[in-house]
């Protein structure tokens, strides 16, 4: 097995960065880059609230709203189809700045179109934003193994993460104060400035990755893969740059070993994410009629804040110990979460709910780390498809979860509904969680029995 999923996290592996000098200079300019991200995802949520009210008002039909969100996860879960082939011909700096420009664009063609056009200009907004926030997601995780080194993903990727999961609360609590004191035409313009001040944030960065790059170029150890084993079946056609064998190279990321079970699990906790998403409101409004809203906000606040609490405990131990968080961290993350959202439904004590908030929004970004920097461990040549690919099936998921929950909590009571959803999700991560063990049984058995092994010599110990 060329590229084991129990084998590719765990261990320290090589930055090749040009030394602690230029480590430093690239995590500062990570830094910098993550700050206009997160500045353009608080637009991001603060409009995900005030467009929705926006729709609403402007049409008048309920309706309205869920196809204005179909059409965002529809334009998303087309956007992952392409990203990889995206990135095969353009740079990853190129992609996300276009990514911001055209997202600005879009809200100014909102806030300038007279009456009659504002339902044509809403359409407009809902593929813009659906299609380039996953091409800029795609783009940004992707690279991040040439921008801060294979030995600070889950630094990189917990940093990214920490920044978004604030955005969103900040979006979330203000856009009622903003849409309430300065009108929509106000929170159209604060987003499309986000998406300015981002755009201007990449542009003035040396962000590596995508583009043309050279057959084995990328990912650290793994870059070997571009040519040999399963994963090289994506790999471009000699002297043929940009072209790639056949949709099969799309394909070839979900046939990585393993990696296909991965990104089914994603699938599924996003279906299981669509439920809690879809209940929340039922249940707050169930718990106090008069004011619906406080449970919602209350629960999103202590989520945020697990989940920044997580953050900051994987940056020191992937500081301290340069191990990115392994593929197990993934499965055992989803087993938490999602009992920590069927547990949030249960009727349970404030105090309890509190605590059990915090426990989910925990699981959730140790979840997304681990996560998202097993996938960079894949060779250059197929990351940016595997990410493409896990965005499509994140949307598919989520927006079939959307359908089936809504139609479902009609019937029945939230904790059924969220518990058979994220339930499904539990089966699935033991399942994933059995194949991991069953993995690194086998490599470690194939390791004990290597005639290295048998002459006392460590085989991976050169690379360590």
Known sequence: MTHDIGQADGRPERAGDGGPAGR???????????????????????????????????TGRALAMGLFMAVRLASGFVAGLTAGGLLARFTAKSLMWW????????????????????????????????????????????????????????????????GRSLAMVAGFASAGVVVSLVGYTAAFVVDLITFVVCAVTVALLPIPGGGRRAPGGGGGKDARLDSEGDSGRGTRERGRPGRWRRPGAFLASAAVPGLGLMVVLRSVDAFGSSSHNAALPVHSAALDATHPAVFVSAFWCLW??????????????????????????FGYGTCLMSGAFILAFAGFPSAATAVIA????AAD??????YTSHLQTLPAGLRAHAFGLSATVENLGFGVGMILVAAALDRYSPLTVVAWSHGAAVVVA????????????????????????RAGVDPGGPER
């Not at 991991?436 to 029995?449: F, I, L, N, P, Q």
């Open 99 to 162: 990514a911001n420009v055209a997202q600005a664009a879009v809200m100014l063609l909102l806030v300038l179109a007279p009456g009659g056009m504002r339902t044509g200009a809403l359409l407009a907004v809902s593929v813009v934003v659906g299609a380039c926030g996953t091409l800029f997601m795609v783009a940004l995780r992707s690279s991040i193994p040439e921008m801060v080194g294979d030995d600070r993903r889950s630094w990189a990727n917990s940093l990214s993460i920490t």
């Open 24 to 58: 430093a200079r690239g995590e500062r300019r990570f830094r910098f880059l993550i700050a206009g991200y997160a500045l353009s995802s608080y637009g991001t949520f603060l409009n995900m609230v005030a467009l929705n009210l926006f729709v609403y008002e402007t």
């Open 358 to 361: 915090l426990v989910a929004g």
């Open 365 to 370: 970004g140790l979840t997304e780390v681990s």
């Open 304 to 329: 945020a804040l697990g989940n920044v609490a997580v953050q900051q405990v994987i940056q020191r131990y992937a500081g301290r110990t340069g191990r990115a968080v392994g593929a197990p961290g």
């Open 430 to 453: 033991v399942v994933f969680l059995v194949r991991v063990s069953g993995a690194r049984g086998r490599a470690d058995a194939r390791a004990t029995h290597s005639p290295a092994s």
